[in-house]
């Protein structure tokens, strides 16, 4: 039997050891230990970001066309190691195979798209208001970054904040979820394996809580963008404040699908099922709460049950698996615990409700896709993340109960309607109180050239990915030439 992989840290462009290690187990199989990771501390961010700090002038001032190709390099890397690449994320996060490929696939998408953003990048140029006077203005990047990302997109998120974040010229500090870095890792290694300068890309793994404190208080480090949990990004936005540096925040969601009685039932009840238990509805725009409008509201909750009964549940890795497991025993843990306070709010589960047991399911962190009827507003379920297969079915009177019911919450990541009305749609795109709006669609599933982002609780700071990507890594400098 072959040993159990072991992962370094990255910093100043070397592979660092430490004393200590931590355990990356499939969650499908807590058997097989996926790879040791080189747990990193205080000192050993203290480090990546001087060393990215002594790194920035140099790659600041290479042209981005330069920096592009690196970049370029980085995606062709990754594109050979497509098939690997797939495996690894299913093994270490849980989701389907043929969902780790999709955004594997999306991963190198994105590098490519921001390595073309070196040979375009944009500034300002427009006549001055007096004679033989030149103004315009350039971006210039930020310095250090520090980039905190989550566990359920482990190769997408890395790769939409490294790509843009590193043609706009900064130098980065790259810390990934505990529970899947593999992916992050593989990108590092690629952008290793590519040429970056040593310095500019820095990887450390480990403690939330301890590389977060020494991440956020480095004064090297000049912008923090952080994908997490609402409790930890407010945490972090008081930290940067303190500082005065930048910060972006994604964060959690309670995204609604508004079924309305005019949609196309059949497609309606396949994007709210898709949206609520594909990825083990561990997607921050994963639908928690469906909205039915009275009239079909019965029809549309039994087609939407019988769809759902046909999900099946299992190891990703495996042909014919829908969902995966949730990707820890934390996870579970909350999964559940949400689930009995459902039963104690609002009687038994239609659907689900359950762990999975028995065979290969005792290995593993798997839960019925579980579905509650009858939620009402104040319910738990119909206010809190869950962030697992658990989805709330609320009854609407109509269309305007719909969007009260939708939009009377904190959160506002992504929302949706099913419907076949052209005036209720444009209607819901104007007053939908969330930064990501699906019509006829399932609420999850984004590109990568669209800006990404919430409002409300959901977000803070400016979008993610596509040409807005660039505001929040870059900064302008101002020109005013007389001659």
Not at 113 to 118: H, I, L, Q, R, V
Not at 243 to 271: C, F, H, W, Y
Not at 355 to 364: A, E, H, N
Not at 466 to 471: V, Y
Request: with cysteine.
């Amino acid at each position: 039997m072959s040993s159990t992989p072991q992962f370094d840290n990255y910093i100043n462009g070397e592979w660092v050891s430490s004393s200590q290690t931590f355990e990356n187990r499939n969650p499908a199989n807590t058997d097989e230990v996926v790879g040791l990771f080189a747990k990193a501390s205080a000192a050993d961010m203290l480090a990546a970001t001087n060393a990215a700090a002594a790194a920035f002038p140099g790659w600041a001032n290479m042209p981005a066309p330069a920096r592009g190709n690196i970049l370029y390099k980085t995606a062709d890397i990754l594109e050979k190691k497509f098939d690997q690449l797939g495996a690894e994320m299913t093994r270490e996060e849980g989701k389907t195979l043929p969902e780790a490929k999709g955004e594997v696939r999306r991963a190198i998408n994105i590098f490519r798209y921001f390595a073309g953003e070196g040979s375009r990048m944009d500034g300002v140029m427009v006549p001055s208001e007096r004679e033989r006077v030149h103004v315009f203005a350039i971006r210039k990047p930020v310095g250090v970054v520090g980039l905190v990302t989550p566990w359920n997109f482990p190769i997408a998120i890395p790769a939409w904040k490294m790509a843009p974040a590193l043609i706009c010229g900064n130098t980065i500090i790259v810390k990934p979820a505990s529970s899947s870095p593999l992916c992050a890792w593989r990108i590092v290694e690629a952008l290793h394996e590519a040429g970056v300068p040593k310095g500019v890309v820095n990887f450390v793994a480990g403690s939330g809580a301890e590389l977060g404190g020494a991440m956020v208080n480095s004064p090297a480090v000049k912008a923090i963008s952080f994908t997490g949990s609402n409790d930890v990004g407010h945490w972090l936005h008081a930290e940067a404040s303190k500082r005065r540096i930048r910060i972006q925040l994604e964060m959690g969601g309670k995204n609604p699908t508004i079924v309305l009685a005019d949609a196309d039932l059949k497609s309606a009840v396949e994007n709210v099922c898709n949206a609520a238990f594909f990825s083990t509805g561990q997607k921050c725009t994963a639908t928690s709460r469906a909205i039915v409008e009275d009239a079909i509201y019965d029809e549309f909750l039994a087609a939407l049950v019988e769809r759902t009964r046909k999900l099946k549940v299992g190891d990703g890795m495996h042909p014919g698996i829908d969902i995966g497991p949730c990707v820890d025993k934390g996870a579970l843990e909350t999964t559940l615990r949400y689930i009995e306070i459902g039963r104690k709010e609002c009687g038994e589960p239609i659907l689900g409700g359950n762990r999975l047991t028995g065979g290969d399911y005792d290995k593993g962190y798997f839960v019925e896709p579980t579905i509650f009827a009858g939620v009402i507003p104040s319910n738990t379920l119909a206010c809190e993340e869950v962030f697992g297969p658990v989805l709330a079915v609320m009854r609407a009177k109509d269309y305007e109960d719909a969007m009260r019911i939708a939009n009377d919450i904190p959160y506002g990541l992504s929302s949706s309607i099913q419907t076949s009305s052209l005036s209720r749609a444009m209607d819901f795109v104007y007053r939908a109180e969330a930064g990501l709006l699906t019509i006829n669609l399932p609420s999850a599933g984004v590109e990568y050239q669209l800006p990404f982002g919430g409002t409300k609780d959901s977000s803070f700071g400016p979008k993610e990915q596509g040409p807005a990507a660039m505001d929040f890594y870059s900064d302008f400098k101002t020109v005013y030439m007389k001659y």
